[in-house]
C-alpha cells in the first residue's frame, strides 16, 4: 500500500502566478482533505471532497479551489499567488464513516 | 464549532524523563481526539487516537493520552523520553457523522536533552 502520494514535493512560483497540486488517496479511502501549514503553526483546514463535489470548507477564500476525480485522486488549484500562500500543503484521504485522516508528506510551495 | 488549545509552544525534557505534552479542546458535539507527530520536513504521522469507550488510550512509540470530559483535556505522555521523539506534536479535533473536518492546534515543539 503506497498510502497518500503528492506531487511536487517542492514548488517554487511568483506572486500573481497559478499552482496546481496533485494528491493520490490512501487505497480503499473515497475522502480527500487538503490542508495548509504555514511555517510554526498548525494545519488549517482549506476544503474536503467527496464524491467529486467540495463538501466542506474552511475560510480560505475563492482563489483556492480543487477537485476530486472518479478514480478519487484530487487537485488543489491556488490563483493569483500571494506571498502569504507560501506554505506546506497537506493532502489526507480518509474513508466516509470512518474519522481518522491518512496524511500524505505534502508540498512545499514558496512564493517569491 | 471546535477549537484546540495546546498549552506550551516549546517543551524540553531530559533523555529518560517523563514527557507531558497538554492539550485542551472545545467541542458542542461529542469529540473524536488524535495526536500527530511531525518531523522536520515531513508530514502528519498519527500518534493515537480516542473516539469512543476506553479513556485511557495507547499510541505507538510509548506514547499514551487520557480523555478527561470533566476537564475537556487530552493529555500526551510518555513515561521515558527518547531523542528519537524530538518532534513537533499535534492535537487535533473531530467528530463522528460522516464530515470529518479535522481541526488542529498550533503544535507543541518537543526537545529532548542528552
Known amino acids: 500500500d503506497a498510502g497518500v502520494t503528492q506531487s511536487p514535493t517542492h514548488l517554487i512560483k511568483t506572486r500573481g502566478q497559478q499552482v496546481t497540486l496533485r494528491c493520490s488517496p490512501k487505497s480503499g479511502h473515497d475522502t480527500v482533505s487538503w490542508y495548509q501549514q504555514a511555517l510554526g503553526q498548525g494545519p488549517q483546514f482549506i476544503f474536503q471532497y467527496y464524491e467529486e463535489e467540495e463538501r466542506q470548507r474552511g475560510n480560505f477564500p475563492d482563489r483556492f479551489s480543487g477537485h476530486q476525480f472518479p478514480n478519487y485522486s484530487s487537485e488543489l488549484n491556488v490563483n493569483a499567488l500571494l506571498l502569504g500562500d507560501s506554505a506546506l500543503y497537506l493532502c489526507?484521504?480518509?474513508?466516509?464513516?470512518?474519522?481518522?485522516?491518512?496524511f500524505g508528506p505534502g508540498t512545499r510551495l514558496t512564493v517569491l | 464549532a471546535q477549537s484546540v488549545t495546546q498549552l506550551g509552544s516549546h517543551v524540553s525534557v531530559s533523555e529518560g524523563a517523563l514527557v507531558l505534552l497538554r492539550c485542551n479542546y472545545s467541542?458542542?458535539?461529542?469529540?473524536?481526539l488524535f495526536w500527530y507527530v511531525q518531523y522536520p520536513n515531513q508530514g502528519l504521522q498519527l500518534l493515537l487516537k480516542?473516539?469512543?469507550?476506553?479513556?485511557l488510550v495507547k499510541g505507538i512509540n510509548g506514547f499514551e493520552a487520557e480523555f478527561k470530559k470533566s476537564e475537556t483535556s487530552f493529555h500526551l505522555t510518555k513515561p521515558s523520553a527518547h531523542m528519537s521523539d524530538a518532534a513537533e506534536y499535534f492535537c487535533a479535533v473531530g467528530f463522528s457523522g460522516g464530515y470529518q473536518k479535522v481541526t488542529f492546534g498550533t503544535g507543541t515543539k518537543l526537545q529532548v536533552i542528552p
Open positions: 480516542y473516539t469512543t469507550g476506553a479513556t
Open positions: 467541542s458542542s458535539v461529542p469529540p473524536y
Open positions: 489526507a484521504s480518509s474513508s466516509t464513516g470512518y474519522n481518522e485522516q491518512f
